[in-house]
């Protein structure tokens, strides 16, 4: 059974800082990308950043220089590390895997106080 699970979430004050952190398991074929999408309340899921299994990044410019991501796609795991947080960072956070297809985690709550 497919399944990619998040850690990490929680409540911090602006400024603060996070790390979310995914492991995915049950994958019958090699995953090409892993990473992380976000959803606030009222608003659509939207992309945050992506690692691919040639190590290529790529961020939202929302979270450019404030959020780094990690992993190693070969041992399917993925970080995100979010620094200067800011109450607009609140969100659900999903992690992402792509096979031949989207798979997506059950979520993260991540609240940022002011």
């Known amino acids: 059974q497919v399944q990619l699970v998040e850690s990490g979430g929680g409540l911090v004050q602006a400024g603060g800082s996070l790390r979310l952190s995914c492991a995915a398991s049950?994958?019958?074929?090699?995953?090409?990308?892993m990473g992380w999408y976000r959803q606030a309340p009222g608003k659509q899921r939207e992309f945050v950043a992506t690692?691919?299994?040639?190590?290529?990044?790529n961020y939202a410019e929302s979270v450019k220089g404030r959020f780094t991501i990690s992993g190693d796609i070969p041992k399917n795991t993925v970080y995100l590390q979010m620094n200067s947080l800011k109450p607009e960072d609140t969100a659900i956070y999903y992690c992402y895997a792509l096979t031949r297809a989207n798979h997506w985690g059950q979520g993260t709550q991540v609240t940022v106080s002011s």
């Open positions: 049950g994958f019958a074929l090699p995953i090409n990308v």
């Open positions: 690692i691919s299994s040639g190590n290529y990044l």
